[in-house]
């Protein structure tokens, strides 16, 4: 396999080229397969002295775009890709915790915010898909507003189907 760098679960690549919002490119962990094939476009590394969720979270976050900004260019023929010299790129400096129980912490504390954030993003989701099918019975008639007299002073909602109604609160 020429022409391809092998790289293995948890290690890092930089894809030098820019698109929205990756001004600088993208560094992504391989998280998915046990293995992957990469283009020698890319940079390849592994972390040894890192706690490598804080790290993921890290590249995540473009804090790094700061040193990537000093020594890339963009080539006349690159086509979206930046000029990255891989000596350079593994000459920035980043400042991060020393200590990899913080940096575990850290990353725990993060994951478990994007989980959280992926169950909220999930019920938003769900909530746009019922308001659009409400929306739908209502253009077609199949959903009737009507007034409860009992009711503290707001409609009900009533659906009728096959002669079953349900009250949503």
């Known amino acids: ?19 929205v919002g990756y001004d600088f490119g993208s560094i992504k962990r391989l998280d ?4 992957g094939a990469l283009s020698t476009l890319y940079i390849c590394f592994a972390l040894k002295r890192h706690e490598s969720d804080f790290i993921k979270a890290y590249f995540d976050s473009l804090k790094w775009y700061r040193e990537i900004y000093m020594i890339s260019a963009e ?3 690159n086509h979206g890709l930046l000029n990255v010299p891989t000596e350079e790129f593994f000459d920035t400096k ?3 915790p020393e200590n990899t129980d913080e940096q575990r912490k850290i990353a725990d ?3 478990a915010l994007d989980r959280r954030i992926e169950t909220q993003q999930s019920l938003v989701d769900n909530l746009k898909k019922y ?5 739908s019975k209502v253009s077609c008639q199949k959903i009737k507003w009507k007034d409860i007299p009992d009711s503290a002073n707001y ?5 009728s189907s096959q002669g079953l109604t349900y009250s949503l609160k």
């Open 155 to 159: 409609p009900k909602l009533l659906i």
């Open 1 to 19: 396999m020429s022409g391809y760098y092998l790289l293995k679960n948890g290690e890092f690549a930089y894809n030098k080229s820019y698109s």
């Open 94 to 96: 980043h400042y991060l």
């Open 75 to 77: 080539g006349a023929r």
């Open 32 to 35: 998915r397969y046990p293995m």
């Open 109 to 111: 504390f993060l994951i």
């Open 131 to 135: 308001k659009r099918g409400l929306l």
